[in-house]
């Protein structure tokens, strides 16, 4: 990978982890804010643009998917099933 390239990924992934904390619900905040802190450097360019996707949703959908309420097709995905699978206690305590 070059270096303008990992540049440029590494601005998106600082900017997808202010929006996952900056999303209005505190309960978004806490939760996405803290799934990012864990994930977001492992994630790829296609992840990434999936995960940015998500993130363009409602905070009411977007927890209700992670809570349990099908998503739609193109949510349905390995990133909504990593983040369904976080466990927001276990990181937090």
């Known amino acids: 990978?070059?270096?303008s390239r990992s540049e440029d990924i590494e601005i998106r992934r600082k900017r997808l982890r202010f929006r996952s904390?900056?999303?209005g619900l505190k309960e978004m905040d806490l939760f996405?804010?803290?799934f990012s802190d864990r994930y977001?450097?492992?994630f790829d360019h296609d992840q990434l643009d999936t995960y940015e996707a998500l993130l363009e949703e409602n905070d009411p959908d977007v927890w209700s998917w992670i809570t349990g309420t099908t998503a739609p097709d193109t949510h349905e995905t390995p990133v909504l099933?990593?983040?369904r699978d976080f466990k927001f206690y276990e990181r937090n305590n």
């Open 40 to 42: 977001m450097d492992e």
């Open 21 to 23: 904390n900056h999303r």
């Open 32 to 34: 996405l804010g803290s």
């Open 81 to 83: 099933k990593l983040i």
């Open 1 to 3: 990978m070059n270096s």
